[in-house]
């Protein structure tokens, strides 16, 4: 813990400005001077992990490789900083709540009353102590999930005022609050920041830097009050105006000098100022694409823009290295039918089925995936898009007509698909799913193989069901070639058919898996099978 540094993000206002974003950017600044960086998300609510959550609760869940279902955060951390996470990046309420309970009962408190503190907050400050000490990192940033006055949130930020007292100056905190533009009056209101910073101050927490979120440019006048009424230098308040892509926002927080002044207050030494070109190259190649290419994602929960998340800005980062401007829309599997798909799909330069559980807009999903088949588009399935790929060849084209996953219909003549052997006798349904990385061992020369370049892969999983080995052998007679397996269970985690341009279904989440500097293999095979062809 010596040399640690720990850097909390808190936020004010109104939640959904971007503190992940902030707290990825700052990584990624530091990590650029050549620090060794984690960032490890808090979340206020009593739910263990978001694995049960309903996306239309709280968007993607994100899996990290030990088989932690985690927030969404989660993901733009990795992109940003090039890492992997771990269950300890992404602690929640429930989680601490569940840890102190445990122990009570253990007798480990020695008869003691469990109090909020100090027994929750010991927990609290254990996980952000931890995370550092046993991993060397350089800096933690922890981002406190919520809002500056939320209820659930107090215990968390309560852990931090006990931290500042004894991290001293290896600690930071920044608050990220909102300044609205009035239209009606022509003006920009700081009042909401000052009163979010008194909130916080309320705590006993004095913000040591301001990001002020904002949809137009803040001048120098609005900075200077913001930092006179909020106790804060003037160099450490720092505006985030929105910017074309979250890609630009380390650079913008650069330019502001936001490492500097961390490096500074933390009293460690400053030195050049890292150059970040694979990064500018990245966002040069995106100023500079014209062409569009149209990728269609058919999903239950297509209105949630945060439900695809990974998936999402996967295709965005490989249709950049094709110097392509991904033009991406999601379309409701519930309203697709064969009188409309041709409609609904007219356009799409390449189709991908998406991810989920449940019988809600799964035909839709075959629809769309037969309608994709025999008009030879590019098409990706991933997990429950892989399964829905099989069921729909074996009904159409092994003329299985009854054919399905048992998730849909357990009674099924041909389960295709079914559930796994290891989870037919559990009840509990948090983090029961075959969930983190597993090997994949690839066949060579097929489109998997070659988008990797290698025969033994690793890539993440959240599924119950899979692909039934029993039918194997006439799949493949009948053109649906199996070409990635797991080396121990013998599951089947890659199909593809061949003889079309690019057909493939993966039952593993490749999106979990791809940064701006290292973007998925597999998607960015995909991306040239579509660019190829136009």
């Not at 121990?488 to 061949?498: G, K, M, R």
């Amino acid at each position: 813990m010596a040399d640690t540094k720990y850097i909390f993000v808190t936020g004010g206002v109104v939640s959904s400005l971007g503190k992940g974003i902030i707290a990825a950017s700052l990584g990624k600044l530091l990590q650029a001077r050549g620090y060794n960086v984690t960032i490890q998300k808090f979340d206020p609510y009593i739910n263990v992990d978001p694995g049960t959550l309903n996306p239309y609760e709280h968007g993607e869940c994100y899996v990290t490789v030990d088989g932690h279902e985690a927030d969404l955060d989660l993901g733009h951390y990795e992109r940003f900083l090039n890492i992997q996470t771990t269950k300890e990046n992404n602690i929640t309420t429930g989680r601490i709540y569940q840890s102190v309970i445990n122990k009570e009962r253990k007798g480990d408190y020695l008869g003691k009353t469990v109090q909020v503190v100090p027994h929750i907050t010991d927990e609290i400050k254990r996980n952000v102590k931890q995370l550092g000490v046993k991993n060397k990192f350089d800096f933690v940033i922890t981002e406190i999930g919520g809002t500056v006055g939320d209820i659930e949130s107090l215990p968390f930020l309560e852990s931090v005022r006990q931290l500042r007292w004894e991290l001293g100056s290896k600690s930071l905190v920044i608050h990220l609050t909102f300044v609205p533009y009035i239209a009606a009056a022509g003006e920009l209101k700081t009042k909401p920041t000052q009163h979010s910073v008194k909130e916080l101050q309320s705590q006993g927490i004095q913000p040591d830097m301001l990001v002020l979120r904002t949809e137009k440019e803040l001048n120098s006048e609005i900075l200077n009050k913001v930092a006179l009424f909020c106790n804060v230098e003037q160099d450490a308040v720092m505006q985030s105006i929105d910017v074309p892509t979250i890609y630009e926002v380390p650079l913008m927080m650069q330019a502001q000098s936001m490492d500097e002044v961390v490096l500074r207050k933390m009293n460690m030494p400053i030195g050049n100022k890292p150059q970040l070109k694979p990064w500018i190259q990245f966002l040069d190649k995106r100023r500079n694409a014209t062409e569009k290419v149209v990728i269609k994602l058919v999903g239950k929960y297509a209105e949630l823009p945060d439900a695809y998340k990974s998936i999402n800005e996967s295709l965005s980062q490989v249709a950049i290295y094709h110097d392509r401007e991904l033009e991406f829309e999601a379309i409701q599997s519930e309203d697709i039918t064969d009188e409309n798909v041709a409609q609904l799909l007219a356009g799409a330069d390449g189709i991908v089925v998406a991810p989920g559980f449940g019988q809600r807009g799964i035909e839709g999903k075959f629809t769309t995936i037969t309608y994709a088949r025999t008009h030879d588009i590019p098409t990706f399935g991933i997990c429950l898009g892989m399964q829905c790929m099989v069921v729909e060849y074996a009904r159409n084209v092994l003329g299985l007509k009854e054919a399905n996953s048992t998730e849909m219909n357990s009674k099924t003549p041909h389960k295709v698909i079914d559930i796994m052997e290891g989870q037919k006798h559990l009840t509990n349904m948090g983090a029961s799913m075959r969930l983190g990385a597993y090997d994949c061992l690839l066949k060579k020369g097929s489109i998997a193989y070659n988008a990797y370049g290698e025969e033994l892969i690793q890539e993440r999983h959240r599924h119950r069901f899979e692909f039934n080995n029993e039918y194997k052998e006439q799949f493949e007679k009948n053109g649906m070639l199996c070409t990635g397996v797991n080396p121990d269970s013998d599951l089947v985690e890659v199909i593809e058919v061949p003889e079309l341009k690019w057909f493939v279904g993966t039952q593993f989440h490749p999106e979990y898996n791809s940064t701006v500097i290292s973007p998925n293999p597999l998607f960015m095979s995909f991306m040239s099978a579509i660019t190829n062809q136009k």
